[in-house]
Nanobody, 123 residues
Framework: VQLQASGGGLVQAGGSLELSCAAS????????MGWFRQAPGKEREFVAA????????HYADSVRGRFTISRDNAKNTVYLQMNRLKPEDTAVYYC?????????????????WGQGTLVTVSS
């Protein structure tokens, strides 16, 4: 699976952005999908994940209520709608694909990574 993330950019605090991640291949609906982020000088951290069917979602405490993950299996795409952005959301955002949801949410993910897309939130 190849993953291509897009949608990053510069936004003011309080604003919104939507990230997209397009996947290649015909087995997209076999994969749980997720988003991670890495801020400058910090370790990569889990942001959100969604099950292969879209029926189950998980969020980091820091983004719950502000971010929404969704997927369109017909378009082989996963989205991350980010609202009420804060300067501390500034990071490179990566999408991931894994055969199981658990490793994405709880650690141990060893599936596929896309290239990152930079989100910068100005104060």
């Amino acid at each position: 699976v190849q993953l291509q993330a897009s949608g990053g950019g510069l936004v003011q605090a309080g604003g919104s952005l939507e990230l997209s991640c397009a996947a290649s291949g015909r087995t997209f609906d076999h994969y749980a999908m997720g988003w991670f982020r890495q801020a400058p000088g910090k370790e990569r951290e889990f942001v959100a994940a969604i099950s292969h069917s879209g029926g189950s979602t998980h969020y980091a405490d820091s983004v719950r209520g502000r971010f929404t993950i969704s997927r369109d299996n017909a378009k082989n795409t996963v989205y991350l709608q980010m609202n009420r952005l804060k300067p501390e959301d500034t990071a490179v955002y990566y999408c991931v694909a894994d055969s199981a949801l658990g490793p994405v949410v709880y650690g141990g993910h060893r599936g596929y990574w896309g290239q990152g897309t930079l989100v910068t939130v100005s104060s």
